[in-house]
T-cell receptor, first 116, second 114 residues
Framework: DTGVSQDPRHKITKRGQNVTFRCDPISEHNRLYWYRQTLGQGPEFLTYFQNEAQLEKSRLLSDRFSAERPKGSFSTLEIQRTEQGDSAMYLC??????????????FGPGTRLLVL | AQSVTQLGSHVSVSEGALVLLRCNYSSSVPPYLFWYVQYPNQGLQLLLKYTSAATLVKGINGFEAEFKKSETSFHLTKPSAHMSDAAEYFCAVSEGNAGNMLTFGGGTRLMVKP
């Protein structure tokens, strides 16, 4: 168990560019979550996957944001036409969902995005 | 809808003193409650969780929290602060919807003075 990993850890981009972040969950975990954390605030839920199915995406911030988990393992979060307001820490978490038991979410170190 | 309020964005204590970080929640159903800690430039680490078992929950590093339904509170305490406890602490609630999505409070930065 190597924990949740995210790549890159830091990204600097210019306004209008597209960026993509990757998350590798704990290997046996079937749920994967994306959160955004702006400076001085708590994380904000964006979307989640159960295996490869994206079951909640209404909280993605705009249609410029999209996420995939094509094989039910790693996931990518893409932001198109970045804006300065997208500057934030993007956190990934994973969990193992079994029946109705509430499972713990384990977080990765995050990707810090700066849009110039 | 679920929400969390953390009273005090900054708390300062002396080393060896009691740590008390406040968290109040709002939930339309019996909630699941969590405390996470975040060190600089790192992700979140789970300290403890309440999932409808014992109301007094013990976590890692000597922290504990008590679920009080009548007060809708889940305050975090530690009897004696250590310098290594300096970090940002987040309280979170889940109603079990949207894949058990977490709603976080704004966080409390704990500073420990020598």
């Amino acid at each position: 168990d190597t924990g949740v990993s995210q790549d890159p850890r830091h990204k600097i981009t210019k306004r209008g560019q597209n960026v993509t972040f990757r998350c590798d969950p704990i290997s046996e975990h079937n749920r994967l979550y994306w959160y955004r954390q702006t400076l001085g605030q708590g994380p904000e839920f964006l979307t989640y996957f159960q295996n490869e199915a994206q079951l909640e995406k209404s909280r993605l911030l705009s249609d410029r944001f999209s996420a995939e988990r094509p094989k039910g393992s790693f996931s990518t979060l893409e932001i198109q036409r970045t804006e300065q307001g997208d500057s934030a820490m993007y956190l990934c978490a994973s969990s193992l969902s079994i029946g109705t038991k509430f499972e713990t979410q384990y977080f990765g170190p995050g990707t810090r995005l700066l849009v110039l | 809808a679920q929400s969390v309020t953390q009273l005090g964005s900054h708390v300062s204590v002396s080393e060896g003193a009691l740590v008390l970080l406040r968290c109040n929640y709002s939930s339309s159903v019996p909630p699941y409650l969590f405390w996470y800690v975040q060190y600089p430039n790192q992700g979140l680490q789970l300290l403890l969780k309440y999932t409808s078992a014992a109301t007094l929950v013990k976590g890692i590093n000597g922290f504990e929290a008590e679920f009080k339904k009548s007060e809708t509170s889940f305050h975090l305490t530690k009897p004696s602060a250590h310098m290594s406890d300096a970090a940002e602490y987040f309280c979170a609630v889940s109603e079990g919807n949207a894949g058990n999505m977490l709603t976080f409070g704004g966080g409390t930065r704990l500073m420990v003075k020598p």
